[in-house]
């Protein structure tokens, strides 16, 4: 079955220090995104990619970096982390002939302390 | 740069009531609207879809009709059900655009 996975689904990182959340889609898409969620915010795009090894800035990607070395992967870094980026993040793909319809992973949820 | 605008943060109903959530968008190309659910700790999913005019668009007791004249994509159900109490969504994506754009997201609570 199709799908998109994120992982690790559940992490609590410390300032300063570095995270990587991957995702991995088997539904052979092209586009793949990085949304971020918050209360009163909803999902607002980090980084996207619609080819592999090429990515593209997002709404807010200040203090984000993505990586996409293959169709099925694509990586979301955050080098120095902060506070400010506790938050649920949710990767999607879309096919590139489809009417944009997104499919979402289960979600990440980040807490920086 | 497209916007969507979804006014209501919070919507409280009881039970059997009709549900209306509003969106409204901005955006200088033609465009797909659509409508995302999300249920506590699970990850947004599809609703509704519609890029054509004034046709309305139903799935599982809801449907929402595209008015291109006045920029909106109305979410409707007739009974609210318990089950219906989510996050929901309405998002934009243009014919040639790769970055779907969401509004803030309204948050339904429909209680007994």
């Known amino acids: 079955e199709a799908a998109v996975t994120q992982s690790p689904r559940s992490k609590v990182a410390v300032t300063g220090g570095k995270v990587t959340l991957s995702c991995h889609q088997t539904n052979n898409h092209d586009y793949m995104y990085w949304y971020r969620q918050d209360t009163g915010h909803g999902l607002r795009l980090i980084h996207y990619?619609?080819?592999?090894?090429?990515?593209e800035k997002g709404d807010i990607p200040d203090g984000y970096k993505a990586s996409r070395p293959s169709q099925e992967n694509f990586s979301l870094i955050l080098e120095l982390a902060s506070l400010s980026q506790t938050a649920v993040y949710f990767c999607a793909s879309r096919d590139r002939v489809d009417t944009g319809q997104l499919y979402f992973g289960e979600g990440s949820k980040l807490t920086v302390l | 740069g497209d916007s969507v605008t979804q006014t209501e943060g919070l919507v409280t109903l009881t039970e059997g009531l009709p549900v209306m959530l509003n969106c409204t968008y901005q955006?200088?190309?033609?465009?797909?609207l659509f409508w995302y659910v999300q249920h506590l700790n699970e990850a947004p999913k599809l609703l509704l879809k519609s890029s054509t005019d004034n046709k309305r668009t139903e799935h599982q007791g809801f449907h929402a009709t595209l008015h291109k004249s006045s920029s909106s994509f109305h979410l409707q159900k007739s009974s609210a059900q318990l089950s219906d109490s989510a996050l929901y969504y309405c998002?934009?994506?243009?014919?040639?655009?790769?970055?779907?754009?969401f509004g803030a997201g309204t948050k339904l609570t429909v209680k007994p």
């Open positions: 990619s619609y080819v592999a090894d090429s990515t």
């Open positions: 998002a934009l994506s243009e014919r040639n655009n790769n970055a779907p754009r």
């Open positions: 955006t200088a190309y033609s465009t797909f």
